[in-house]
């Protein structure tokens, strides 16, 4: 079975600094992974994806993921906030041969003046 | 990207009455789509997988009967919220993938509430 865990719901920021969002998965089978934002009554914007090629990932507005198979962990990361990246974050897993996706429980993220 | 439509963005119904939700793909064909229901700030909840010319797969402990979904084409699924309550108050998404194991495309949402 898979699944996926994001430590921490809500993170704030300086705007400027470094934004480190965390996701946790557990996959029996290669997994594939999508980091999606959403804005308030919104639906979901794919940020970026990871599907077994490149393990650092680049992705829109300046975010990029690091796929690491040995910490199982696919955290999203951008070196410096804006007041335009406060939205919720959610990470993602599908398994080969699957339209599924098995949704994180979302990072609330704050970016303070 | 893919471009899947969601209609209404909101609707306001009464206490028994029932609600349907339309879930497009503008340019790509989908044989298979996916409803999802978002609490206040929380995670998509997985409700079903929506199988064009054949019945839609639900999630252990979605009531069927009471979360209709029709997906006659492969461009248009539906959800009908029928005999709508308080407690069905919620913000409901569909997405739709070109391929398995691509990304999702997810349509705009529907926030729903019963009064």
């Known amino acids: 079975a898979q699944s996926v865990t994001q430590l921490g719901s809500h993170v704030s920021v300086s705007e400027g600094a470094l934004v480190l969002l965390r996701c946790n998965y557990s996959?029996?089978?290669?997994?594939?992974l999508f980091w999606y934002v959403q804005y308030p009554n919104q639906g979901l914007q794919l940020l970026l994806k990871y599907t077994s090629a490149a393990t650092l990932v680049k992705g829109i507005n300046g975010f990029e993921a690091e796929f690491k198979k040995s910490e199982t962990s696919f955290h999203l990361t951008k070196p410096s906030a804006h007041m335009s990246d406060a939205a919720e974050y959610f990470c993602?897993?599908?398994?080969?041969?699957?339209?599924?996706?098995?949704f994180g429980t979302g990072t609330r993220l704050k970016v303070l003046a | 990207g893919a471009v899947v439509s969601q209609h209404p963005s909101w609707v306001i119904c009464k206490s028994g009455t029932s609600v349907k939700i339309e879930c497009r793909s503008l340019d790509f064909q989908a044989t298979t789509m996916f409803w999802y229901r978002q609490f206040p700030k929380q995670s998509l909840m997985l409700m079903a997988t929506?199988?064009?010319?054949?019945?839609?797969?639900?999630e252990q402990g979605v009531e069927k009967d009471k979360f209709l979904i029709n997906h006659a084409s492969l461009t248009l699924s539906t959800l009908t919220v029928t005999s709508a309550h308080p407690e069905d108050s919620s913000f409901y998404i569909c997405?739709?993938?070109?391929?398995?194991?691509?990304?999702?495309?997810f349509g705009q949402g529907t926030r729903l509430t019963v009064v």
């Open positions: 929506s199988n064009e010319g054949s019945k839609a797969t639900y």
């Open positions: 993602t897993v599908s398994g080969p041969g699957t339209y599924k996706y098995i």
């Open positions: 997405s739709a993938s070109l391929a398995e194991n691509t990304e999702a495309f």
């Open positions: 996959s029996s089978v290669p997994p594939y």
